[in-house]
């Protein structure tokens, strides 16, 4: 059972009053007060929340760095028949050194679906482990679902080192 609250009020004449609850102002409005504040502070508090979880999941933009040429080391240091992958900037570039010595450069980037290529000396082919691609060794797709070749590097020698250079 709800009991109304109720207040005694004299006018000028001195004659006591009585008014309900309805008649006063006060209590819905402290009320409505409350909701605003917190129902703010609710919002407020979901914002923090979330925030720093789409702060994460929206990383920042790496600029791309202008690199035109890459020392990757002494031609002895890489064993014949294998490849190795050589950090070009940000993007990843394949080394390859044939069971002939020849020394072959292409992006280690699947134009398929952008995964990390590699060199299979048991297949003599740059290999894709996402979707079984295959490339011969002239960077041209031969099998699977990439859709162009890959990127040619040169590989220029400047005494016993070996260097990249973007193809001109």
């Known amino acids: 059972m709800i009991r109304k609250k ?3 009020v004299f ?3 001195g004659v006591s009053l009585t008014l ?3 008649a006063t102002a006060t209590d819905g409005g402290k009320r409505d007060f409350l909701k605003i504040v917190l129902g703010g502070g609710l919002v407020a508090w979901i914002a923090t929340l979330m925030y720093p979880l789409f702060s994460y999941l929206n990383p920042p933009r790496q600029t791309e760095v202008e690199v035109s040429s890459v020392k990757v080391g002494p031609l002895n240091d890489i064993p014949r028949d294998s490849g190795m992958i050589v950090r070009f900037g940000n993007k990843p570039v394949l080394l390859v050194r044939t069971a002939d010595d020849q020394l072959r450069a292409f992006s280690a980037v699947c134009t398929h679906l952008d995964c990390t290529v590699q060199y299979k000396s ?5 290999w894709c482990a996402c ?3 295959r490339y011969d060794l002239n960077g041209r797709n031969v099998s699977g679902p990439p859709p162009r070749p890959l990127e040619v590097y040169r590989v220029v020698m400047q005494g016993d080192d070996v260097h990249i250079t973007a193809a001109a």
Do not use: F, V, W
């Open 6 to 8: 109720k207040s005694q």
């Open 11 to 13: 006018n000028a004449e």
């Open 20 to 22: 309900g609850s309805d």
């Open 122 to 126: 048991d297949l003599g082919m740059i």
């Open 131 to 133: 979707h079984n691609g």
